[in-house]
């Protein structure tokens, strides 16, 4: 049986729809005791944020941990908050560690809870994140348990975890106020290859399987309560944009600190916005995803319907994306997704995704050398009540693009007022060597404010050119609203 106890990975309807649409002190040597007793410039920063990091198996001391680019990375993204590294470890080995009864871990986050405790009770109004990475992931989770029973953690992040997949996070969620993110990768060769010799690091489990390869899944007959908390569970899977920050999907590279700074900061808390560069470095392009997004403040959003055409059979889809977070290097993007008025199974939680600014030219398909890009002109398009005035393209493309599928065809019609720029959107693709067809229109969509944007960003630290067809011509005049009942295409 491959990975997760189910086929390979393929591109669904649903899976592309999913996809679519400081010195930070963390101490590697000591753990602080609070705030209270430090020195006023750190006891500022506790006041702005604190981060308790919990190192994998066979990490967590002086001189073995791997909380470098975990501390370096949050440091070079701006964190304005401190930290400490809590060792949770046997100091007898990776494997030990791996292995030391769920009693010995509970026992380590009893004190790690009591310590989270006495610092809220000191800093009541410090968002704390808890970070952990590989078996520290389980320690995070039992120490999230073994909390009061009421939000205190404001995120979670856990990074190439080794908790089962199966593992019951209710009464772990409900401790939290935000969100828990959970960092997957089926390249990571450690959690795929070796784990299940020694099994996960919740010793109760009954499965090789674990979130840091294949996410966390809902449990069975789940009762409104876990629904409503796991909504809180963010998956952010493994792609190729990763490697170029040194995460090629192994399981150390999600502690690199390039990766760190660009995907796991944003997440954290609102890093400094800047103005995004108008020149790419070399090799580079501008990445049209994050440009569609670039000129919105944070909290705008729109909502894509529509059909998807496969397999003989049609899906009614409605996508909402929404801008999280935006920089000069990166925007984060939430998708929230319903197939015939139903949240698919097999994509229980919101999505989000890092939109680089910058990107390889073959990694998108209005930028690769062999896309042919048709102006068509303009037109009115009826968006949220009114008609909007959009741009008309037609694209063709070969080649395989990770969310886009292969061999593009499409009519895109875009509107710089309109969140994400999609107005309405006509692809044919090959996903999983099938054939698609979507057709996705906005629906409605809210543009942020200013003064939206500032309150966003401050929870948020709370919390944390073309070639075309020469032969082509451009599409006849016709109704929009006939265009769309016309095919049946979605996501």
Same mark, same amino acid.
């Given at each position: 049986?491959?990975?997760?106890?189910?086929?390979?990975?393929?591109?669904?309807?649903?899976?592309?729809?999913?996809?679519?649409?400081?010195?930070?002190?963390?101490?590697?040597?000591?753990?602080?005791?609070?705030?209270?007793?430090?020195?006023?410039?750190?006891?500022?920063?506790?006041?702005?944020?604190?981060?308790?990091?919990?190192?994998?198996?066979?990490?967590?001391?002086?001189?073995?941990?791997?909380?470098?680019?975990?501390?370096?990375?949050?440091?070079?993204?701006?964190?304005?908050?401190?930290?400490?590294?809590?060792?949770?470890?046997?100091?007898?080995?990776?494997?030990?560690?791996?292995?030391?009864?769920?009693?010995?871990?509970?026992?380590?986050?009893?004190?790690?809870?009591?310590?989270?405790?006495?610092?809220?009770?000191?800093?009541?109004?410090?968002?704390?994140?808890?970070?952990?990475?590989?078996?520290?992931?389980?320690?995070?989770?039992?120490?999230?348990?073994?909390?009061?029973?009421?939000?205190?953690?404001?995120?979670?992040?856990?990074?190439?975890?080794?908790?089962?997949?199966?593992?019951?996070?209710?009464?772990?969620?409900?401790?939290?106020?935000?969100?828990?993110?959970?960092?997957?990768?089926?390249?990571?060769?450690?959690?795929?290859?070796?784990?299940?010799?020694?099994?996960?690091?919740?010793?109760?489990?009954?499965?090789?399987?674990?979130?840091?390869?294949?996410?966390?899944?809902?449990?069975?007959?789940?009762?409104?309560?876990?629904?409503?908390?796991?909504?809180?569970?963010?998956?952010?899977?493994?792609?190729?944009?990763?490697?170029?920050?040194?995460?090629?999907?192994?399981?150390?590279?999600?502690?690199?600190?390039?990766?760190?700074?660009?995907?796991?900061?944003?997440?954290?808390?609102?890093?400094?916005?800047?103005?995004?560069?108008?020149?790419?470095?070399?090799?580079?392009?501008?990445?049209?995803?994050?440009?569609?997004? /670039? =000129?919105?403040? %944070? @909290?705008?959003? $729109?909502?894509? !319907?529509?059909?998807?055409?496969? *397999? +003989?059979?049609?899906?009614?889809?409605?996508?909402?994306?929404?801008?999280?977070?935006?920089?000069?290097?990166?925007?984060?993007?939430?998708?929230?997704?319903?197939?015939?008025?139903?949240?698919?199974?097999?994509?229980?939680?919101?999505?989000?995704?890092?939109?680089?600014?910058?990107?390889?030219?073959?990694?998108?398909?209005?930028?690769?050398?062999?896309?042919?890009?048709?102006?068509?002109?303009?037109?009115?398009?009826?968006?949220?009540?009114?008609?909007?005035?959009?741009?008309?393209?037609?694209?063709?493309?070969?080649?395989?693009?990770?969310?886009?599928?292969?061999?593009?065809?499409?009519?895109?019609?875009? /509107? =710089?007022?309109? %969140? @994400?720029?999609? $107005?309405?959107? !006509?692809?044919?693709?090959?996903? *999983? +060597?099938?054939?698609?067809?979507?057709?996705?229109?906005?629906?409605?969509?809210?543009?942020?404010?200013?003064?939206?944007?500032?309150?966003?960003?401050?929870?948020?630290?709370?919390?944390?050119?073309?070639?075309?067809?020469?032969?082509?011509?451009?599409?006849?005049?016709?109704?929009?609203?006939?265009?769309?009942?016309?095919?049946?295409?979605?996501?």
């Amino acid at each position: 049986m491959k990975l997760c106890d189910k086929p390979p990975r393929t591109f669904t309807t649903r899976v592309w729809l999913g996809r679519l649409g400081v010195v930070c002190a963390l101490s590697a040597t000591t753990i602080l005791a609070g705030c209270a007793t430090v020195p006023a410039d750190v006891q500022a920063r506790c006041e702005r944020g604190y981060v308790y990091y919990l190192d994998g198996a066979g990490g967590g001391s002086v001189l073995t941990n791997w909380s470098a680019g975990v501390r370096e990375g949050l440091h070079n993204a701006g964190y304005p908050g401190w930290g400490e590294m809590f060792s949770w470890e046997t100091g007898l080995g990776v494997a030990l560690d791996q292995v030391a009864s769920n009693e010995y871990k509970r026992a380590k986050a009893n004190e790690l809870a009591r310590t989270i405790v006495a610092f809220e009770r000191e800093n009541p109004n410090t968002p704390i994140t808890l970070i952990g990475h590989s078996a520290g992931a389980v320690v995070a989770v039992f120490t999230l348990e073994a909390l009061p029973e009421r939000p205190i953690v404001e995120n979670v992040v856990l990074l190439s975890g080794s908790l089962s997949t199966d593992y019951d996070l209710t009464k772990a969620l409900a401790r939290v106020r935000q969100h828990v993110y959970i960092f997957t990768s089926d390249r990571d060769a450690i959690l795929s290859v070796l784990l299940p010799i020694t099994g996960p690091a919740d010793r109760d489990a009954d499965t090789n399987n674990v979130i840091g390869v294949c996410g966390a899944t809902l449990p069975a007959s789940a009762s409104p309560e876990t629904e409503r908390q796991y909504a809180k569970v963010t998956e952010v899977r493994w792609n190729p944009s990763f490697s170029s920050f040194g995460h090629r999907g192994e399981h150390l590279d999600s502690v690199n600190e390039l990766f760190i700074r660009a995907f796991v900061a944003p997440l954290v808390f609102a890093v400094p916005t800047g103005e995004p560069g108008v020149c790419p470095p070399l090799g580079k392009v501008r990445n049209p995803d994050y440009q569609a997004w /670039a =000129s919105f403040a %944070p @909290g705008s959003w $729109a909502v894509l !319907e529509g059909t998807c055409k496969h *397999d +003989g059979r049609i899906d009614i889809c409605n996508v909402k994306t929404t801008l999280v977070s935006r920089t000069a290097d990166s925007a984060v993007i939430e998708r929230e997704l319903m197939i015939d008025n139903q949240r698919p199974s097999e994509l229980p939680f919101r999505q989000r995704s890092i939109l680089m600014a910058d990107i390889d030219p073959q990694d998108h398909p209005l930028t690769h050398a062999a896309a042919h890009v048709l102006v068509l002109g303009q037109a009115g398009w009826p968006v949220q009540g009114k008609t909007t005035w959009c741009d008309i393209r037609r694209v063709a493309v070969p080649g395989k693009f990770d969310f886009w599928g292969d061999d593009i065809r499409a009519d895109i019609y875009t /509107a =710089s007022g309109v %969140p @994400g720029y999609v $107005a309405y959107i !006509e692809l044919s693709t090959t996903l *999983d +060597g099938k054939p698609y067809k979507f057709a996705l229109r906005a629906t409605e969509y809210l543009v942020a404010s200013a003064a939206t944007d500032a309150a966003t960003e401050f929870f948020q630290v709370k919390a944390l050119q073309p070639q075309t067809h020469a032969d082509e011509q451009p599409l006849p005049a016709r109704s929009p609203s006939a265009s769309f009942a016309s095919i049946g295409t979605a996501r």
